[in-house]
């Protein structure tokens, strides 16, 4: 089965909050956390952040994200009724008109090019109403993803809250000052793609200097099965990569 | 023609040799003389500083300055051993390596010197006992042998003799790590960062000038072990019989340092609730990176065994919290006055 006709649900893209969400859920059924966590945070704080920097927010466009989500938009597009297509466009903010208009072809092929083409960064403020209502649900939830989730300068604060062997609520946030935490694991995007593919060892990666990690060290050498347990359950889940 | 840039012929010295380039650059860096040193700084300031320092305050520095004393004294006794471990014959060349491992030992041989002098004319009301050498008769200072440092410097000295006497790639490469990678690539580098956060508090100037010195030279001596064990590294990767080994070598002795150094880590910090402000877990970041740039940059070993490497740390730390230290050298206090008495 071809990715195009699969279906995927928010939760299943990396780096959302619904599958943060999920993530959660795993680590509170791990048996290993259970075993290996029993006591992490107890009358201290044991929740951690994940900073991803540099998202590519600024370098990818719409049409760099994963095939099915711009494929259902190009199909989307040119599946409506030319008419429709015209009345939607009618809404669009002016650099997007203009941008439509300035391209060659049939409309409903410069409508879909236009939004391809549009940075990633900017597609929230670039993409109205109008055209959410016709667009895929899953690139409409995305888009929020994006507009909530990643800072403007493209870091993701994702907030994991751990204690005594389970994880009682995960969130995003839109600064590292936002909740209390006890520990900061911190990197560039790339290195996360890689550390929840399972293709970077964490430690490695954090003696490399790929990831820092900040917070209490013997805390950490004291339950370092823990912690690695904590990367593992990331790189055991499901995940499609938003970039 | 400008003659300092021009290329002199040489005839048997391969001066193309990486490890000329830094036996040349010990030749001129490495010439700074501790006892002009101590004269032209003088011990006056530190000696002020010094004394206004509480007795806890003491006591860290004390920790630190004690196994930097031993670790270079137990350097400079084993540059003999490594001069006669690059003549092996598992190394292609060993002229140039002789020419810098000669180099090595004497500045090891100057860090001893430096160090002796501070800790007598500074610091010596926290080492009532220290004059001994350890390798005749004598042991480590009470303070060194309670922490992994001592058991690192005793270790060092068997793998070195190990390497010198016929030893195979692996057993050369082992006591490389230990001495390049361990005890000057992260616990006198790990140390140096400790003295750069106590200095914030106590900032005793004489001691950070002979430290710059020192620190400068070790970056030498650290090059120049982890150049010999790349070439062993290169000979195995390309698939010779003999050479097969050294990469587990180096991770399993890597493995075993890391324990002593962790230990010293906690034996200079937390145990003694860090009056100067090192933060242990700033300094196990610090160690972290260093061997992570030693071991995954520079000499690109596979990550395989990453996991054991802190599994080894988290035991040590684990220990080290349950350790009573100030009993350790109270026992090592009685046996340095036994060793002093002549008996
Ligand atoms: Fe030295
Ligand atoms: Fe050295």
Same mark, same amino acid.
């Given at each position: ?57 600024? /370098?990818?466009?719409?049409? =760099?994200? &994963? *095939?099915? %989500?711009?494929?259902?938009? @190009?199909?989307?597009?040119?599946? +409506? !009724? #030319?008419?429709?297509? /015209?009345?939607?466009?009618? =809404?669009? &903010? *002016?650099? %997007?008109?203009?941008?439509? @208009?300035?391209?060659?072809?049939? +409309? !409903? #092929? ?134 | ?343």
């Amino acid at each position: 089965m071809s990715t195009q006709e699969q279906q995927f649900e928010l939760d299943d893209y990396f780096p959302t909050t619904a599958w943060l969400t999920r993530y959660q859920h795993a680590l509170d059924d791990s048996q290993e956390l259970e075993d290996t966590g029993g006591g992490w945070g107890v009358g201290w704080n044991g929740d951690f952040v994940f900073e991803m920097l540099n998202l590519p927010i600024e /370098e990818r466009t719409v049409g =760099d994200l &994963p *095939e099915e %989500v711009w494929g259902a938009l @190009e199909e989307g597009i040119t599946q +409506l !009724p #030319e008419n429709t297509l /015209e009345t939607v466009l009618e =809404d669009a &903010p *002016e650099d %997007v008109a203009d941008g439509i @208009e300035a391209r060659d072809g049939p +409309l !409903p #092929e410069r409508a879909a090019q236009e939004l391809l083409e549009t940075k990633i960064s900017e597609a929230p403020e670039k993409v109205w109403p109008g055209l959410r209502r016709v667009m895929p649900d899953i690139m409409d939830d995305l888009l929020d993803e994006l507009e909530q989730n990643v800072t403007d300068d493209g870091t993701v604060y994702a907030w994991i809250g751990l204690e005594d062997g389970g994880c009682y609520n995960t969130t995003t946030m839109d600064s590292l000052d936002e909740r209390d935490h006890g520990f900061v694991l911190t990197g560039d995007f790339d290195q996360w793609v890689d550390l929840v593919s399972g293709d970077l060892d964490v430690v490695e990666a954090i003696m490399s200097g790929k990831l820092e990690l900040d917070g209490d060290m013997q805390k950490i050498l004291q339950y370092s099965d823990a912690a690695l347990t904590m990367t593992d359950v990331a790189s055991d889940l499901d995940k499609r990569f938003l970039f | 023609m400008d003659a300092s840039t021009d290329q002199i012929k040489a005839g048997r010295v391969d001066t193309d040799s990486q490890y000329y380039e830094l036996y040349q650059k010990s030749v001129e860096l490495g010439t700074w003389d501790a006892e002009k040193l101590v004269r032209k700084v003088g011990f006056e300031d530190d000696r002020e500083v010094w004394g206004g320092l509480n007795d806890n305050e003491k006591e860290q520095w004390a920790r630190l300055i004690s196994y930097f004393i031993d670790g270079e004294q137990a350097v400079a006794a084993d540059a003999r051993r490594i001069m006669k471990t690059v003549s092996s014959p598992y190394f292609d060349r060993s002229m140039e390596k002789e020419m810098m491992a000669s180099a090595l030992g004497l500045e090891e041989a100057k860090h001893t010197q430096f160090f002796d002098l501070y800790l007598t004319n500074v610091m010596s009301d926290k080492f009532p006992q220290y004059e001994l050498d350890s390798r005749r008769g004598g042991i480590q200072i009470p303070r060194t042998e309670a922490c992994g440092a001592g058991e690192m410097f005793e270790r060092q000295g068997t793998l070195q003799a190990q390497a010198a006497h016929g030893g195979d790639p692996a057993d050369i490469a082992r006591a490389a790590t230990n001495y390049h990678i361990g005890v000057e690539g992260i616990l006198a580098r790990g140390g140096y960062f400790a003295k750069n956060r106590m200095m914030q508090e106590a900032p005793l100037k004489l001691l950070n000038k002979g430290f710059q010195f020192i620190s400068t030279d070790e970056g030498r001596h650290i090059t120049f072990g982890l150049e010999l064990l790349q070439e062993l590294i290169e000979k195995e990767r390309e698939g010779l019989p003999d050479y097969q080994g050294v990469e587990n070598a180096i991770w399993e002795q890597a493995i075993e340092d890391i324990g002593y150094i962790t230990d010293t880590a906690y034996f200079i910090t937390a145990d003694i609730n860090d009056p100067l402000d090192v933060d242990f877990s700033e300094l196990v970041n610090r160690g972290a990176r260093l061997a992570g740039d030693m071991m995954f940059d520079t000499l690109d070993l596979d990550a395989g065994s990453a996991t054991e490497f802190m599994q080894a740390s988290a035991d040590a730390m684990e220990n080290a919290q349950g350790s009573d230290y100030d009993d350790v050298i109270d026992r090592y206090d009685h046996i340095y006055s036994q060793k002093m008495a002549g008996d």
